[in-house]
């Protein structure tokens, strides 16, 4: 399941390019479209039933519009949207399409950006991955997510109050406050992972075991997929920052500089957990083989020490009808004597040569 | 087979550049060349006997050319139809050798693009790779394939369609057309590859043994080689996107960049399968290495604590004349019981020193 | 503790950007604020009860101001101190936010530089990092850390000769003089490492231990961490010898130069480090498997010597009624003989090829 | 031998630069020069005597001379050339000492390009190197080789054809003819490299030994030494591309991409060849390692089966007085039966636990 | 004392910068200071007492000037020599400081750069390393080496030439003479490495023990010194032909460009030995554990045969009454015939198996 979504994209081949057709998992049954639309004075907020009552607030001078979609399932739902909004079918082809690389184009009359929003599921220990498209047109932002619940909530909560720097700023400035919080998750992704990897440090000195690779493994895989979602998001903000589009304002640069500066540091944690995933494994290695070292070397050395003894004892056991020692009143303490001193003798010498 | 491919080119070696020889293996015996001439309107769909009968579609204004040829043997066709659309020797070299690299070259009057199809064998399990040459010059195509069968047949189907975007844009949109379904075709490569890893993923855990190493390595040198074929078709594509021509027409660069995208996600695909499959081989060794250790570790278990017992048998079969515990009534009981006690302590030792 | 700070910037997840939150340790309980107002003919030095003392300082032409603060959980004298100074919120962030990667950020009416400062803790063997943030405006310098204590007082001594260039020199010349106090104490950190590493390899001769191959990996791993603070440095300081801005005299510039310089000797010697600790675990591994063959080796010779000796000591315990050798008046010795024999063949034959 | 060519240049160290040494092996006793003067309509091909002889061919209009040179001793011709010429004197000196790396250079009044001719002696299994400059003036080309013997035969074939486009276009075509001809052979050389590549995968699979290991290694090192001639071929040819001089024309530059195409294509079969072979040493390790385990296990598993059985045997062997079993009747074989039911229980356990 | 040399520059931190202190250790006792003042018709040599005595030979027109000095302990002889010549401080602290990376920097009035010389002593198998300052200046050349004796000798016995370019042309050819010296001596160091390379890897295939593998360590890290030292002087050399300053002359830039490709060739070089270096481990391995395999495989199987015999001479070695074979006549050689056959079988089944 994992792997195959490596190499998806697989139902529209063949098709023709702009064809909509949803690609991916289905993680949603229904669809739900909410609106919001503000300015500095006024918030609506509305979930929308039809795609239709969103045409009421389209194109009002001095408000912002704000629809969020969840749920990529009802295709003509989004294709209407997309002709309310005059969006090009390759943009809606890469919003249903959930093997998006994170990326930005410019399409002129709009910016389209998809990302990955990443969601921890601590019970289950999973990381849910759902694609987030946003498009940033003229007064108005399109969102598209693969199903509800999203990261998005601290800043429904800014969003109500009417002095925030979102209710007085443009849309620019709420796509810039969405990418926000879909990176600022990562950081409790990353926070999360570091914990993980404490605990295996520790499980790594104190009982090292095959599962404990097993997880170090696992976390490395994690480590490959997760990169392949950050790595890019480094071109689409400084693809934001170049774009020369009315679209982002001058005023809002100086908070895509930081995005970019959280996403090197989101990338660096990353490259830093790899190193360390890395060399855990050697040390994994190193402990399984010296423990197995020395587990092999006492029982080497007990058979070793016997093994000789075991031979004189042999000798003394042969049935020759001449052998005086056996007829010596003292041959058996003498023999048991000189085999405890070869014993001794071995041992020692192991000793000296620090093998025991 | 496989790798003197890699060292392909050989029988031309010393001809003068530009000299027409067919070079790779020879995979079709015939050569069939298809026609088609379309524009909004009309559509001609044809199967050529001659070379020549082209030259009635050839410069008609307002209608599109596109010849296809599979089966690269017969060079005179080919030359022939070089000298027709004035080709450039180096071009037809290229065409006949089977072992370029993916790339894009202007000669100012065409393109030529050239690019390897992958046709995945299911019930053979094998990938047959197929080069493809394309020529796009002023209202026409030409393209070159090794042999018949191809992944075009969507795409002539949309082409059959009045009112599909293909029949009313130019040549540059069919030469899209031609890339993009090849690129698509990865997509099932690569989604084929991603449900073997996970097949493996489980053998490996499930039952290491040599033949998943085995397949590891195959699959590691299958991407290698796919990853020759993939990674220089984003100089291609790009070169397509940044070209000086009027050849690519600027509306269809918005589909040059879907297509880069595309490609990017497929080398990002294969380098993820590249990580994984290299950490399968280190998951293999070691688990093969736990499974070793645990085996030679009962077994030496076993003979350590076995060789004092047997020593201790070993003594009370010595043939000395004064051995008084021989004599002891309870000396055997006594003996068989000191045996089991000494047994049972090694054994509590090993197992508090966690070695069994 | 350790890898948690990897994935920082947790408990500002969800806030509005430029929302001031101290995230990361608590380092320091109370906050010192110490004030250096200077000129070629005089200093002031003085520490501030309130952060209003220092507006009578402000703004006084002629005269350089060095406002200098330890300590980051008072938010409210952050706040306040950028209120007066007109710093921008995302910069206050930073400054709180102590996972900073280093940087230097242009916000025109000031820069914003950020960098890690090492203290080496000789006793614990540990290293101190402190986050330092400078602000660079025009005729003052901001610097914030996370608890007392610093590598400055070299500079503050300096600052006290009226002769010294920092006395005659602006204020960017005394951030340059930031700088490179962190960046050469660096250097102490590395020669401390030197020794380390040279007792390290001694130890890897002499007696290479698991404990040693700890050691090594704990040294990997700092170097890890080390360079991640190290690397951005070439950015930030190129950043200051790029940047536009009248804050940066152009005699500053060939001191910035020699910063450079110094950073890259920095990363040369952490990039050495890494492959010379590469290269000792290989080394400890090629050893410890040495040592563990020449001992399996001398065991299993020993062993292999005398299980045939066994066999026959064996044989001539067998109780056959005709067994004609065991009648025999030489028997015995003839027995003892031929095993003496065959054990000193096979030691011979073992020695010829070399295996004892 | 071959390592100290690495650190080569030694003799002329010390000398004032374009002092004239010949470094490197003696490859040749006589120097041999042959003349080609052609244009076309006439062709004069000659062997010269003394170097004089070729100033009569000089400087003529309309006629391109090409004189090569065989061999490197006799420092007096190869000085006299180079003054009748007016060849710098470092140009000299690289043509002489034959540890260059393929390079071109721009003298302005000519072109000095140095490359690594690659004559497979399919014989003796090796791969003779012969240093080949080539100097491109106006009108002339001078070319310089370590012994006779060259791949240039082809060529010299078609410069006899009145017809070729050898003949008609200038100097710079057969600058560029001379080039492909050594890059072609390189083909040959890798096709080589291919056929011994899949002789010794079968090998590794049919029965891995240490001289396959030891082949591997030495292509391993074939392909570092070949990759060092090859991978500056790529700037040597893009220098030719960019250069700007009237000595290259513009209607070679077709060629000259076809050469750069070429050279990309045996780069990347080198990486390729390389990464099989560095996956090759994998094989081999896990495919002997494999092979010791099975060899170690089984036996391992034959003494654990005995150890216990030789001990019950070692108990009845003891000689107490007392031990009722011997007096038994029926006490051996029910000894016996024991003992083959504990082998027999053993090793059915070893099978069900998969060790067998 | 070695790896505390990579964290060098320890004891002028916390100094101001340009505060001149000698940095590293002390290699010269004394200082000795040699002026040759030069041009076409005059050559002076001399050796300074008194820095001052140099003063008579500045800014004479038409005459070159090189000042070397040997020995950097007395920092008030150094300290005045750049108040002479007005060399910035920072200039001075870098010739003090022996931890220099090889760097060009341009002071306007004149150009600094420090490299690193090389030199060979082949009696201790040593490499010592002494840090040279080249100062170019307008008619005047200032170098500053750690200790006597240097590897400009051949250099000094051009210079007496009346007739050699050196003569004739600007210090600037000087400087070159200088660096190129070091270069050129970089070769004979490599053809050491070579040499020794060559006879390892005779040892490799011999007798590989230990120590071999000690002495590819070590090579290894003489490597990564060895590089650190080389590869910026790439950067160093394109500085000097990039530099805008009328102190370079146009004439002497085609030697430049020499050096450069020598530059490059020492770089190849090392990189191809570090590669060979690293296969040589890998060949140790492999063969080390061949060799460790082999015996234990002969040894094993030695045991594994005889404990099956021994089992059964320990079978008719027990003491029941009941016995019947051990009352035959044949008995004894009918058991020693079987236990001969079993022997015999057993490795005949290990012969066929490969396994002797
Ligand atoms: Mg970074
Ligand atoms: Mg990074
Ligand atoms: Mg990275
Ligand atoms: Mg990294
Ligand atoms: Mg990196
Ligand atoms: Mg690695
Ligand atoms: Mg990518
Ligand atoms: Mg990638
Ligand atoms: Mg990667
Ligand atoms: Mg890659
Ligand atoms: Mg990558
Ligand atoms: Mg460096
Ligand atoms: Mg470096
Ligand atoms: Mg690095
Ligand atoms: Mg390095
Ligand atoms: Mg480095
Ligand atoms: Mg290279
Ligand atoms: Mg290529
Ligand atoms: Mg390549
Ligand atoms: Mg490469
Ligand atoms: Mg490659
Ligand atoms: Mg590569
Ligand atoms: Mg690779
Ligand atoms: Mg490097
Ligand atoms: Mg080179
Ligand atoms: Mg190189
Ligand atoms: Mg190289
Ligand atoms: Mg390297
Ligand atoms: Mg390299
Ligand atoms: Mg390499
Ligand atoms: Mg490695």
Known sequence: MRFTKLGKKQSNVGLAPGTLVHVGEKKAERIVISLWAYNSEE????????????????????????????????????????????????????????????????????????????????EKEEILIDQVSIIIGPGYILSFQEREGDVFDPLRERLKNPNSRLRKAGVDYLAYGLIDAVIDNYFLILEHFGEKLEYLEDELVRDPNPSTLKT???????????RKSVWPLRELISGLQKVESELIKETTQIYLRDLYDHTIQVIDSIEAFRDILSSMVDVYLSSISNRMNDIMKVLTIIATIFIPLTFVAGVYGMNFDYMPELRWRLGYPAVMLSMALIGIIMFLYFKKRRWV
């Open 216 to 226: 170090v493994q696992k976390y490395k895989r994690d480590m490959i997929l997760l």
């Open 43 to 122: 918030l609506i907020e509305k979930e929308l039933q039809t795609v239709e009552e969103c045409l009421a607030f389209k194109d009002k001078p001095g408000m912002n519009l704000w629809v969020n979609v969840d749920g990529l399932d009802q295709i003509e739902v989004i294709e209407k949207l997309g002709s309310y909004f005059k969006i090009h079918p390759l943009t809606l082809e890469d919003v249903l399409n959930t093997g998006q690389r994170p990326k930005m184009e410019d399409y002129d009359s709009y910016i389209y950006t998809v990302l990955k929003m990443m969601l921890l599921d601590t």
